[in-house]
């Protein structure tokens, strides 16, 4: 057996592809490549494959995760043939094999890194907004949950936040997982940017290293 950790970009070509459609692209070029993953057992067998952190519909990425294990090892010349069965739009960027023990990738998330190009009249005011949430005590955002509206505040969620006037860009390092989940909508709503949400682009996910955040492809693993 064999477990690899897949990082790889879905760009502007693949950006309306749905999650569901994703892993069916993923899907189809494992086989094309002729890579044996492993299936679950029972009746309704299914591949070893998840995504680290779902993407929303019309989002760029050039960090985004796939968990597979496979039935046998393979060597880098298997992974270089999946690379060139993926059509235009998905590019692979690199592999690492991880032990099999590891827990699933997608528990293992904890932030997200986001950027948003700005334009000049949005960055004139960009500066002075981004502070005030920053200084902020709270930051309620509601939520619809079941047919209910929720309140949450999402500032404990807010790890870093900054409008780089220079190369006229918005960062933004978000909670993503188990300590709770902020949308960049949320933020660009705050920050009175409600409708620039489909040029987000996530540049990265992390995962907890200690009191420090890690890429998935640096962090040590036992």
């Known amino acids: ?10 760009e502007s070509p693949m950006r309306f592809l749905s999650h569901l459609d994703l892993m069916r692209v993923w899907q189809r070029a494992i086989r094309r490549a002729a890579l044996p993953v492993a299936y679950s057992a029972g ?6 494959i998840s995504f680290a952190s779902a993407l929303a519909v019309g989002v760029t990425s050039e960090g985004e995760y796939l968990d597979i294990l496979f039935d046998k090892q393979l060597d880098g010349a298997a992974f270089e043939r999946l690379a060139e069965t993926l059509p235009h739009g998905l590019k692979m960027v690199d592999w690492r094999q991880i032990p099999e023990a590891t827990p699933a990738l997608m528990s293992l998330v904890c932030a997200a890194q986001w950027e948003l190009p700005l334009q000049a009249d949005e960055s004139r005011h960009l500066q002075e907004a981004v502070q005030g949430l920053l200084s902020a005590v709270a930051l309620p ?24 006037e220079k190369e006229s860009c918005l960062r ?4 993503s997982g188990g300590e709770g989940v902020v949308r960049p909508g949320e933020v660009l709503k705050l920050l ?3 409708a620039v949400e489909g040029r987000v682009h996530r540049t990265e996910l992390y ?3 200690g009191r420090c955040f890690q890429e ?5 693993l036992n």
């Not at 929720?150 to 900054?162: F, G, N, Q, S």
């Not at 933004?172 to 909670?175: D, E, G, H, R």
């Not at 998935?216 to 040590?220: E, G, H, K, N, Q």
Request: charged share 30%.
């Open 1 to 10: 057996m064999m477990r690899v950790w897949i990082k790889f970009a879905k």
């Open 43 to 48: 009746f309704n067998r299914h591949p070893k």
């Open 141 to 164: 955002v509601q939520r619809e949950r079941k047919n209910r509206l929720k309140t949450v505040d999402i500032r404990p969620l807010i790890y870093r936040l900054e409008a780089d």
């Open 172 to 175: 933004m390092l978000l909670a």
């Open 192 to 194: 009175r940017l409600p």
């Open 207 to 209: 995962v907890a290293s």
């Open 216 to 220: 998935p492809m640096a962090v040590l």
